[in-house]
Structures are given as structure tokens and as C-alpha cells.
């Protein structure tokens, strides 16, 4: 839903809108100013997007992770603007020093924003950038926020490309041949998702099953037991909360120490996954846009013969060189079947 507010003119010229209005993915109608010019955020994935239209230039505040040593050399060009908050701890009197025309943030994240920003005049903007089903969609909007609307497009195909080769080879699986996912989450042992959560949606998309899917809620622990009865075919451990791999990373140390200590855990010798070596460690990094990547990752993982062809390491650089200007480097799955 997009409804535009035309600006005065003079005669000769053309009408350009003072606003536009476009619905987020909280549902929310949210009238934004036009044009676009000084903008907060307190998501990353957010943040890539508007790099990749070539708009870092309208980031006037920053969340504080992308400052950290860690991750800075993800973000040289934006070290010099003002951190105005921490991921759990929002700080609003930064966010109006900083005086942008909208803060994007994550739906519910934090969930009195809009009532502490937009008396001073400042618009919520909450769009989810890291689930598939919406990401190509909400970078088209962020396109047309930003008057970006051909570079959307350019994005959004070049991700789409590879979520309709995935969906196309993965229909031809039949129901028997799907292999069975156990996705443990990288911040708790034997935390897993069910239903509603991004993981349990990646297995799904990449043609696998997940063995936790009646789970009944999006994630919470599960019985130790209960991973040996349910017998996954391969295992994951997903990038949620970890320190290691990712886009500054240069050694596997890390990652083969968290695979060892899985494969070592009471009664896993015994499962099809650790017998046939097929245990993962994702590395951080794979956030926003690059979901899909990941999703390429897990498609290759769990069907190396139907993707043989896919050259994800090739996809991977072309997103970071064109669009995000970076040179591409980082560790972000380990073993790599591939690379081996």
C-alpha cells in the first residue's frame, strides 16, 4: 500500500510528494517524509540494504554493534557517524540528537519506539529484512523510500534469482528422498525452532525437513533424547549469538572445536548425521539480504548432486563487491564440502 502527498509547485514544474505512505511489516501505515535525507537505524540488515541502493550517505546514527571492533570492518564508511543505542538497551535522547526523519528498526524491537520518537517528530519504520518470504518485497520498499526504485529492483532480482532456482529443483524431491534437519541454534545446546521461526522456514525452502517442526512453539529447548529418537540426517548449529566464523574470520579453530564438542555429546556417535560426517557450523555474518546465501549454503549441504552447479562462494562475492562494496573474504560454513 503506497499513497503519495503532493508538495506545492509553480507552474512548469513537475509535483514532487512531500510524503509518501507505505505499510511495514508490522502492518503499520507509517506516513514517510519525502525526500528522504537523514535517517537512524537499529538493524543491520537494514542497513545493508540502503548501502546496496547507494544511500549510507543518509545514515545520521547507528546501532552501536556496528562499531565494534568486530564488526566494523564490515562498516568502514559509517565508523564515523553516532552510535545512538545498543541492541537491548534503547537509548531515545541519542536517536533525537542525531534529529532523523525515521529510525528503521526490527517489528516490535524496541516495542515502545513509537510512542517515545514520534512526538518529536521522528517516524517507526519496522521492517524485517532477514525472512524470506518478505525480503525482496521490503527492499523494494526501502527503494521507494528512498527514491532508489531502480536499484531496488537491480537487488531484489539478483536474490530472487537464486530463491527461484532453489524453490524449482526442490519440488521435484520426492517426500521420502527429503532429508531430515536438526537446526540447533548457535547461542544454547539443544535450543532448537519450530514453526513461525526463520530456521524452521530455511529448512523448508532449502527441501529439507525439520525433525522438530510440531515443536509447537518458534524455539525453545528440547530433550537430548528426543534429537537421538527423532534421527536427523544432517545437523546444523546456526550463527545466533556466536563469536566465531563470519566476515573477519580466517581460521576454522573455533567452529571445529564447537564441532567436536557436538559429535562428542552422550549417545550422537550413534546418529546417521555424525556417522556420515554430516555436521555443520555456521559462522556469523549471513544476516539481511544475505539469508539467501545461507539458504544457498543449506540447498548445497543437504543436495549436493541436484546443486552441483551452484557456485555459492561466486554468488556470495558478487553480493558483497557490487553491492556492498567490500571485498569478499570471511569464513561461514564449516566443514565446506566443496572446498575440501
Partial sequence: MISLFAASCTPGEEALPSSITIVDTAGREVEVPQPLERIAVWDTAVSQVIRALGAEDKIVGILDLMADPMYSDFWPELQDRPTISSWYEPDYEKVIDVEPQVL?????????AEGQLEPAGIKVIMLSLSTLGTLTRNIETVGLMLGKEEEAEELANFLQSKLDLIEERVKEIE????KRVYFESGHKDYYTNGPGSVNDEFVGKAGGINIFADLGVSGSEVEPEEILVREPDVIIKDP???TYGGYTATDTSDMEAERDEMMSRPGWSELKAVKNGQVYIEGGDLYGPMIVVNLCYLAKILYP???EDLDVDAFHRAYLEKYQGLEFKGIYIYPCPWAE
Avoid: A
Fill in 104 to 112: 528503521f528498526t526490527l517489528v516490535g524491537r524496541p516495542p515502545d
Fill in 175 to 178: 517426500p521420502e528422498e527429503r
Fill in 240 to 242: 545466533m549469538g556466536v
Fill in 305 to 307: 548432486d541436484r546443486f
